[in-house]
């Protein structure tokens, strides 16, 4: 039997190093089914506030979190912001931030913001300012980079204005209410429903475009170190062009998960890229439905994705299995 052991020992090996990348779902969240919400990590937690439910209806301001993706607590009801409805959020100084957003979907009354507000705990919430000197908008850029929060682009309305309401202007703020233009055009143009992350030192922005009423969506690939000198890097990946998709870095890697298309309907593909340049498809037996504007984040060396709209909204929480020794 000893004379086994070593034999054993490889074959477990082999079958642990062969293990291949798959997504599980770890839960049914008891959150109302929805997309657009905000989304952050914050005291080893997964936290998720307010959405969208539809578009005759006000947004919800609840905030939940929960330390396992399983277990999930309410930690407000009513949060104090209105406009939760693709909103823009971060963690940034060890604090929760929403800011801009809309409000009231297509009622009457509604309206973009420009307001900012944080929370150390998810409950007790502070408005940073009523007005930040960038103009009303909702589903822009929101990254962290050199110690700042950076916003990027967006649209001032969203089911009634056109292409003159995108915005390609890039500010930043060390507090979230002294706000510092740093561009008011970028080399990439207008544009709203993209992605920013941060990897390596750079800022790179992703896809997006426009929904109504002029649609068109992109799939160009930008990166910049300070937010004013942008350079391509390329003007058409091979994810298809696309709105209201998710993505994170993991892994060293920027990752786009799903999102919707005029001309497909919702996606349900994934990519990654160590350079927003050279992207390669993840294949993987199991997935999640094809959806749009679902939470995408890092939380516990896992790539998690939470909601979206899969036709019907979702309130299913999943995330990426990808080995330790996993090498693209």
Known sequence: MKHLLPLLAGIISLNASAAEPDWVLESTAPWQA?????EWVFKDQLWIGGGWFQSFQDPPRDVWSSADGKAWK???????????DLAMSLTFQ?????MGGWYKGRLPGHSA????WSSADGAAWNQVTSGARWSPRLASGLVEHRGRM????????????NDASLKNDVWSSADGKEWKLETSHATWSPRAYHQAVVLNGKIYVLGGGN??????????????ADGVNWTCETASAPWAPRLWFSAAVYRGRIWVLGGWSKEKDNHGDVWHSADGKNWQRLETKTCWKSRHEHSAL?????????GGHARPLSNEVWFLNLPADWKP
């Open 34 to 38: 929805r997309d657009s919400q905000a």
């Open 74 to 84: 309410l930690i407000s009801a009513n949060a104090p912001w209105l406009h939760s």
């Open 94 to 98: 060890d604090r929760l931030w929403i």
């Open 113 to 116: 913001s420009n307001q900012v």
């Open 150 to 161: 950076w916003l990027l682009g967006g649209i001032e309305d969203y089911y009634f204005g």
């Open 211 to 224: 929904y109504v009423p002029g649609y068109h969506a992109k799939n160009d690939v930008w990166s910049s």
């Open 298 to 306: 890092v939380f516990q060396d896992k790539l998690w994705l939470l």
